[in-house]
């Protein structure tokens, strides 16, 4: 990534409330990239990724509007390496030119620093491309409960999709500051304010 500006590496689990954090620190004139849209923008109609991504799995990967179908591509290449690698090697260029363009312009802008939110920070191997990481974590009990209502599910459900990622405790091993959202939100805003004032000594972006 380029140099000049502080990245910021924000991760965590799944309904630990990555959003709301980063929200956060959006309302103080912090830029946000989030790598998950960027994936999604990367394979916008008539985008060059999506246009290869056809010609390697067909047009059956596109709902009737002419849209990826991102959960029937997901099934595709669930349990095929070659076939996950063939997807990995066209949007992960592309999602690291459209990261390298956003940087740029923060740089531009003036910004001192700016927040890269990736789920899968960690796990991608992607590590390299921010200067620190912060996680936010939550109870593991806390987590099940806020998974199971966000997304009506049950607890089999929750329990599951809880094993598929990397445990949270793992996860906080990378981090160089945690934030804990298992309290009230009034709690974690608390730790937020505390965290950005340690970060930029008090000074506003």
């Not at 260029?93 to 802008?109: F, G, L, N, Q």
């Not at 912060?134 to 966000?150: A, F, G, I, S």
Request: charged share 25%.
């Amino acid at each position: 990534m380029p140099g000049g500006i502080k990245i910021i590496g924000l991760t965590g689990g799944i309904a630990t409330g990555k959003s709301s954090v980063a929200l956060f620190f959006s309302k103080l004139g912090v830029p946000i990239i989030d790598a998950d849209q960027l994936a999604r923008d990367a394979v916008l109609p008539g985008s060059p990724a999506l246009e290869r991504i056809i010609s390697l799995f067909g047009r059956d990967i596109l709902t009737n509007e002419g849209i990826l179908d991102r959960k029937h591509l997901a099934v595709l290449i669930f349990s095929d390496a070659d076939k996950r690698s063939q997807l990995e090697s066209v949007l992960h260029p592309e999602i690291r030119k459209m990261a390298v363009e956003a940087i740029d312009k923060a740089t531009a802008d003036g910004h001192q620093r700016l927040i890269y939110m990736a789920p899968l920070l960690i796990e991608a191997g992607a590590t390299e491309r921010v200067d620190t990481i912060w996680v936010v974590t939550v109870r593991p009990e806390v987590q099940l409960e806020r998974l199971m209502k966000r997304d009506d599910i049950s607890l089999d459900q929750a329990l599951c999709m809880v094993a598929s990622q990397m445990p949270l405790a793992e996860k906080e091993q990378y981090g160089s500051v945690i934030i804990d959202n298992s309290g009230t939100w009034a709690e974690t805003l608390s730790t937020l304010e505390s965290v950005w004032a340690k970060e930029t000594g008090s000074i506003n972006e």
